[in-house]
């Protein structure tokens, strides 16, 4: 099977998964294009994991389909699956094998030669350390075998599950330079997390998760790119109600000393009138710029409670990670 | 396929498991005949020598293997669970028909290598008791016959290990399953529903391991080790063996290996990895 040029390299549609009580995946859809380094952003337990699960077949989906370089079925997912590298949530390989074993089972699993093993063994960093146990790894080694062996066979789309999970800010950066050069080299990746600076600074497109449904997803530039308006007047409480009923409002908060809204048509001077003609003159109108952060904030919305917060390990990263919800 | 069987076989053989079951087997079997060996040199009425031996290397004492055997499937199998590798196999590309159909290649693998390894070892001790240059006929139809029989007792046994393993998903509480199975459980619900229901008597004589005990009885493929053994029975005073109808055996083991299989495949196939 071969990718046909403009066909997305993942499609979903109205993918589910349901277990006995809980919706895990309530049907979600989008696509990942060719190129695109592509991040699934939730919190835990947001369904990031069952998606990909879903689209790697360990997990059999309970409603809607998805097809893997434009084919969706069962043979063209099977085949799919050998053009993708892929690690789901901790690094999984045989603790009584040395990292070089463990990369010869993948590389004779992916049919490939094992001369690509110390390739891709250089490429992170951990030529040196092969020939030891796995299970002697330190969660960084472990990380970096993991997407060592997502890198064997040059697939055409890596699947990351959490890459940046428990490691410290040095190794943060080292796996974010590593997935940076193969988005360079033009490889397609889809990589999940719950670290909303990890995303921002790695990815090119994003979609937002939230129990199990997908609530925003468009690329990084423009989701940050829409500014917010911040406003402040002598009567806040008559400014929040005005900018609640202003028709290009797609939605508005009261913080501190200001309302915010974001402007379907970023037209701060229509705003401006439309406030004049009822009365409201601002003392101070201006945009401004959004992180991932507020629009992951804005898009699952303060009052469901999650918060964003800044993670033990991430002091000096500044790095960003979404806790529990509430 | 055949790429996964080969993984399979470069996880066996660097797993340390595989080396301290295979040695803790040589080392119980070793020490069982070379008890036999040192008796039959101190006591030249009561010879160890083939192909009469054969009965004693491939009694009773064959089921040591098999527990060994099915053990060691348990281990290679279940833990790909607990550290999540059975799941990775398939994201990097093995089906998970490719995956479960390797492992079960291991069965008749471990079966024979156990079994092979007592006869080896038995053999070899008995061998120098055995006066080959009078024309001795060391191994025979008979002996194949059992070896035969016996590997297909293996297989049951293993393949029960490999249902358990697959069902269960964890080391630990398969092996615990499949010794209280094998120790108590089928004659606790053989017995129970025994009583319960006495038509079903004659069907529940065909209980997995009570189907695969059958084929293990050495006697049973030795005319000349059958007719010792009645005539021991007769002095003591025990009741004289009889000799069984192995070709039902035979089947009703190979539909519970099938089934065992079969239903060990629908379920891994139909769970989340």
Known sequence: MTSVPGTPIIQTFGLSKRYRKTTAVDEISFRVE????????????????????????????????????????????HAARRRIGATLETPNFYPYLSGRDNLRIVANVKRRDAAEIERVLDLVGLGRRAKHKFKAYSLGMKQ????????????????????????????????REIIRGLGERGKTIFLSSHLLSEVERTCTHVAIIQNGRIIRQDSVADVTSHGVAGLRSADL???????????????????????????????????????????????????????LEDVFMEATGAAEGVSAEVGPGDAGSGSHQLGEVR | MWAAFRSEMRKMWKRPATW?????????????????????????????????????????????????????????????????????????????????????????????????????????????????AAGAQWFGAAQLAALGGMFVTGL?????????????????????????????????????????????????????????????????????????????????????????ALGPAFAGSFLWIAALLVFGWLWYRKRDL
């Open chain 1, 34 to 77: 060719p190129g695109q380094v592509f991040g699934f952003l939730g919190p835990n337990g947001a369904g990031k994991t069952t998606t990909i699960g879903l689209l790697l077949g360990i997990i059999t989906p309970t409603g809607g389909r998805f097809e893997l370089f434009g084919g969706g079925s069962a043979s063209d997912l």
């Open chain 1, 144 to 175: 970096r075998l993991a997407l060592a062996a997502t890198m064997l066979g040059d697939p055409e789309l890596i699947i990351l599950d959490e890459p940046a999970n428990g490691l410290d800010p040095e190794g943060m950066r080292e796996i």
């Open chain 1, 237 to 291: 409480e008559a400014l929040a109600a005005a900018v609640g009923e202003y028709p290009a409002a797609l939605w508005s908060d009261r913080r501190g000393d200001r309302v915010v809204a974001e402007l379907d048509d970023g037209d701060l001077a229509a705003l401006n009138a439309w406030l004049g003609a009822r009365g409201i003159h601002l003392s101070h109108m201006a945009l401004e710029a959004r992180s």
């Open chain 2, 20 to 132: 301290v079951t295979l040695g803790l087997f040589g080392l119980i079997t070793v020490a069982d005949l070379f008890g036999e060996y040192r008796r039959a040199r101190k006591d030249p009425d009561d010879p160890f020598f083939l192909p009469d031996a054969w009965s004693l290397i491939l009694g009773e004492e064959v089921m040591v293997g098999f527990i060994f055997a099915s053990v060691l499937v348990i281990l290679l199998v279940a833990a790909e669970f607990s550290w999540r590798t059975a799941r990775q196999n398939v994201i990097d590309g093995l089906s998970k028909t490719q995956w479960y159909w390797a492992k079960v290649l291991l069965v008749p693998l471990l079966s024979a290598l156990f079994l092979a390894l007592r006869a080896a070892i038995g053999g070899s001790f008995a061998l120098a008791g055995t006066d080959l």
């Open chain 2, 156 to 244: 049951g046994f293993a393949s029960l290990a490999l249902f358990v393993a697959v069902a269960i998903r964890a080391s630990g509480p398969a092996m615990a399953v499949w010794f209280a199975w094998f120790a108590f459980g089928e004659r606790l619900v053989v017995g129970g529903l025994g009583a319960l229901f006495e038509g079903w008597r004659p069907i529940l004589k065909w209980a997995p391991i009570m189907t695969f005990n059958r084929l293990r009885d050495y006697i049973q493929y030795d005319s000349e080790a059958f007719r010792m053994a009645a005539e021991r029975a007769v002095e003591q005073e025990r009741p004289v063996p009889e000799l069984e």
